[in-house]
């Protein structure tokens, strides 16, 4: 008999329903223009919704002083702090959707550099989440990797004292690994595991899921760092793994001969699309 199984964790985390639910409450709130900077969150479907209400994605701080003044959100990945002190300089009202998760990390970054610590982020240095943690110490004390290789390659005095953290979204597997190698330098270590917990369970249970099925469907954002760390995740336990982004994306005749099939989604993908996902495979089925 054929099967769907869906990540009971699938979909929106707490972080992006949040930011979403934010830039819809200001919809018709004001007679003012309602700007994001940069994407609320990584999911194209969700950001063209909000564009067609009205909302405009901003990138610079430079594009926003030529427009007229509204209301920016902030989005779910955060900003720098002096990207959010010159908002409110501007003359905007600044709404902040960073992620609770998110801004904690911003507070230790704050606090271990203020104390003199190395501080080394785990994470991609072009994600805007990492971007926006960077942006809260100084850039002296500050160094980010992503690999072993360039774990090894860290260098500081014995007597350094070593704050680690992390992207929220990190495969929290390979977080373990880099600390690991870090921890064998002999410095005076602090941890501080940020990978959020809605991040590993559905790690852990995508995982799960697909040593248990025959073809594994991810659905997410071509942007989402969360759905890219997912689907790598899925391909290592299910060779027959599919990145989409909706429906339209998947070729339902690949399914034909399978039996078994699991679904699971980034963080930044809305209930409505993987329901749809859901539906049409089963229709195949």
Wanted: aromatic share 8%; charged share 25%.
């Amino acid at each position: 008999m054929k099967t769907v199984k869906i990540a009971k964790s699938a979909g929106f985390c707490f972080g992006v329903k949040r930011a979403v639910d934010m830039v819809y409450h200001q919809i018709g709130k004001k007679d003012l223009p309602i700007y994001t900077y940069g994407p609320i969150i990584h999911n194209e479907e969700v950001v063209k919704d909000l564009q067609e209400k009205g909302v405009r994605v901003i990138d610079s701080l430079d594009q926003l002083r030529d427009l007229p003044k509204g209301i920016v959100v902030i989005r779910s990945h955060g900003v720098d702090r002096k990207t959010n002190q010159t908002l409110e300089q501007e003359g905007f009202q600044v709404v902040d959707a960073t992620c609770p998760f998110v801004l904690k990390i911003h507070r230790y970054v704050e606090e271990y550099c203020r104390k003199g610590y190395q501080i080394i982020i785990v994470g991609n240095p072009n994600h805007p989440e990492v971007e926006g943690i960077r942006g809260w110490g100084n850039p002296e004390q500050i160094t980010v990797i992503s690999t072993s290789q360039e774990a090894e390659k860290i260098n500081f005095s014995k007597d350094q004292k070593v704050c680690i953290v992390s992207q929220t979204t990190f495969n929290y597997k390979k977080f373990q690994d880099l600390v690991e190698i870090l921890e064998e330098k002999g410095y005076d270590i602090i941890v501080l595991n940020t990978i959020c917990n809605a991040t590993e369970e559905r790690q852990t249970q995508s995982r799960a899921l697909a040593k248990e099925v025959d073809a594994m469907i991810v659905i997410g954002g071509s942007n989402s760092s969360n759905t890219q760390k997912l689907f790598e995740i899925c391909k290592e336990e299910c060779e027959n793994t599919y990145y989409i982004q909706t429906i339209a994306d998947l070729d339902l005749q690949k399914l034909e001969s399978i039996d078994n099939v699991g679904i699971t989604a980034g963080a930044s993908t809305p209930n409505n699309i993987i329901e749809e996902v859901q539906t049409n495979v089963r229709k195949q089925f």
